[in-house]
Each structure stands twice: as structure tokens, then as C-alpha cells.
């Protein structure tokens, strides 16, 4: 497997700088991995996981201007998938409504279950699961949730579905952890214990754009961004 970033090659247009123009060669996959805009739960500083808080006004205006700024930049999608939580739902609504791309939803792609923690923020959550000392990746969050290695698992499985489709080009809107465990998955990178290893940074509607060609089993990093200018 190759990996190579071209993100910033300048003598490529725009949609190639992204990956979106379809290579007339080789079949070639592209996927842009969105996170979606500021929640609620964000705003209030809470483990979210499956807690089903909406966007912020700051969160949708987000979500708003990284859909006008990738119509003016002609950016387009032949599908847009996202996880079926609220704060993703409604992200992934404003972008494809305005860029026009056909929307479904897919349960693989929720944020981790973190159990008892769910919605909690900071102190509540350390008295109803305190951390252990010590996590392997097969420790469950908040007592009953998933462990990173079974969201490290979703996330491949995620994958694999899209990979399983026509070559095209996929938007994917979901959460920073299983968006991380997706970029362990294509990089090769295993869970690590205790939160060490890489962590990628995906703040609200940051996104990652890669191209897939399963010809040579070569993913290529195109742009690693955030648009928003609401923060």
C-alpha cells in the first residue's frame, strides 16, 4: 500500500486538489470524511457519544459556510452517507441540500458508544465511570460502551460498505472518533493503550479528502482542512 499527500501540489485545479475529478484510467474511489458542526453537547463541554444533541446556531453556520465555500470552489459529490445522530443529520443536510447530492444514513458511522457517560459532562461522569487507571484498547467507555478497538472494527466495517460500491465520489459526515479510527484503518495504525498514538484533529466540519485506487491498494491524502470560520 502507497500513502502520499498531494494536497498542496499547485499546478493541479481545484477539484483535483481535492480528488473529486475522477481519474480516466484507473477507477478510482474518493472519500472526504466530514465532522460535523458545533453541537449542543460541544457547547456545554459533555461526552456526547450516542447522545443525540442538535447543532448550535454556530454549529448549522458552520455547516452553511463550508457547503458555500465548497459550491464557490465547484466541489461536488455523487453521495453524501452520515451517520444517522442529530448533530450529523443535520450537518450533512445543510451541505447536501445546497450542493444538491442525494443523502442516506448509516449506523456504523455513530460516534463511540461511551456508556454511562453518555450527555454527562466532566464531573458527573467521574462520579458514574470514573477512568481506570490504565486502558487497553479493548476497555469499554463509560463501563458499558464500546472499546476503541470495537470502534476501530465499525470504522473498517464503514469502510469496507463504501468500498463495496461503484467507485464514485462519497462525502461522509460523522464524529472525531470514529473519523480517527477511519484514519487508523486506511493508515494501517492499530489502537493504542491510553489514548497514545496519533489523534487527528477533526474540530467542527473539519474534513479529510482522500482518493482510493484498488488497482494498487493506493489511498491518497489530498487535504486534511477545516473551513469553518465561525469558531
Not at 470524511?33 to 460541544?42: I, M, Q, T
Not at 453556520?61 to 457547503?67: F, T
Amino acid at each position: 500500500m502507497e500513502i502520499t499527500c498531494c494536497a498542496w501540489q499547485k499546478r493541479k485545479s481545484k477539484n483535483q486538489v481535492y480528488g473529486f475529478a475522477m481519474s480516466e484510467t484507473i477507477p478510482s474511489y474518493h472519500l472526504t470524511f466530514l465532522r460535523h458542526g458545533e453541537s449542543v453537547g460541544n457547547a456545554e463541554n459533555r461526552f456526547q457519544g450516542h447522545a443525540d444533541f442538535p447543532l448550535t446556531e454556530k454549529g448549522r453556520a458552520q455547516a452553511q459556510d463550508l457547503a458555500e465555500r465548497w459550491l464557490a470552489d465547484d466541489v461536488t459529490f455523487d453521495r453524501c452517507i452520515s451517520s444517522p445522530l442529530l448533530r450529523t443529520r443535520q450537518t450533512a443536510e445543510i451541505v447536501t441540500q445546497a450542493l444538491n447530492v442525494p443523502l442516506e444514513f448509516d449506523a456504523d458511522w455513530m460516534e463511540i458508544n461511551n456508556g454511562l457517560m453518555a450527555g454527562l459532562n466532566d464531573e458527573e461522569a467521574e462520579k458514574v465511570a470514573p477512568p481506570p487507571n490504565f486502558m487497553t484498547p479493548y476497555t469499554r467507555y463509560g463501563k458499558t460502551g464500546e472499546s476503541r478497538w470495537e470502534l476501530y472494527l465499525r470504522a473498517g466495517k464503514a469502510i469496507q460498505a463504501i468500498l463495496d460500491r461503484a467507485p464514485a465520489r462519497y462525502l461522509v459526515v460523522a464524529h472525531g472518533g470514529i473519523l480517527n479510527m477511519a484514519m487508523y484503518a486506511i493508515l494501517n495504525i492499530s489502537p493504542q493503550t491510553d489514548f497514545s498514538g496519533p489523534r487527528f484533529m477533526f474540530n467542527n466540519t473539519t474534513f479529510a479528502s482522500f482518493r482510493y485506487e484498488p488497482e494498487h491498494h493506493n489511498w491518497r491524502l489530498l487535504q486534511f482542512s477545516g473551513y469553518a470560520t465561525n469558531d
